[in-house]
């Protein structure tokens, strides 16, 4: 949750230069116990909340504790929102949806989040900034490592590693303005790299 908030942060700060979620107002697609979380940092951090889950007293309970606004399974596409936030199924951006979508970002939680890699370029000429999945969500497994070090589980250590999820974001978003490539290749790219060295 905490990664995804920092990945939301980077992704405003690249596209508008400043990491200020004022006024901003955020899709959450999907209210499992890491949106959960990402729900409560948003709404600490001032963004205003529209979400949707298949389970009523996920929503009730968001609704209930951040204030957020609930809408339709399938409304959540063609809401006027800034940041479109996946945090549960995958495959979400695709033909039918990325038409619908009035987003400027997006960036959630969520696995394989393009039903297919064309997807990305799609979405990026259309002028949406993606955080690519694997990196935005990389919080979860850098956590894991954290819980099964030998010297015992550090929050702080676990907080600090996540806390990198911003300046790989805003590496992989720059690098893609730059060479005008979608922002998941350049992050499989990113990924070859640093797998090399």
């Known amino acids: 949750a905490y990664g995804t908030f920092l990945g939301i942060k980077a992704a405003l700060q690249h596209q508008r230069g400043h990491q200020n979620f004022a006024g901003v107002k955020v899709a959450v697609q999907g209210l499992g116990a890491v949106a959960y979380g990402l729900c409560k ?34 409304d959540i596409y063609d809401l006027d929102v800034d940041v479109y936030a996946p ?6 951006i695709n033909d039918l949806t990325i038409p619908r979508l009035k987003a400027t970002i997006i960036a959630g939680c969520a ?20 955080a690519p999945d694997y990196v935005i969500n990389a919080g979860g497994i850098i956590n894991v490592y954290y819980e099964t070090a030998p010297d015992g589980y550090s929050a702080a250590a676990s907080n600090k590693h996540v806390e990198g999820i911003f300046n790989t ?7 893609s303005e ?10 499989d790219e990113l990924a070859q790299e640093i797998i090399k060295n």
């Open 41 to 74: 940092h948003l709404h600490d951090a001032g963004a205003e909340l529209f979400v949707t889950d298949i389970n009523q007293a996920a929503i009730d309970r968001v609704v209930s504790d951040f204030g957020a606004t609930a809408v339709g399974i399938d």
């Open 87 to 92: 945090c549960a199924l995958g495959a979400t």
């Open 111 to 130: 696995n394989n989040q393009l039903a297919e890699s064309r997807h990305g370029e799609v979405i990026r000429e259309k002028g949406i900034l993606y």
């Open 169 to 175: 974001l805003t590496e992989i978003f720059a690098r």
């Open 178 to 187: 730059k060479e005008q490539k979608s922002t998941h290749l350049i992050a």
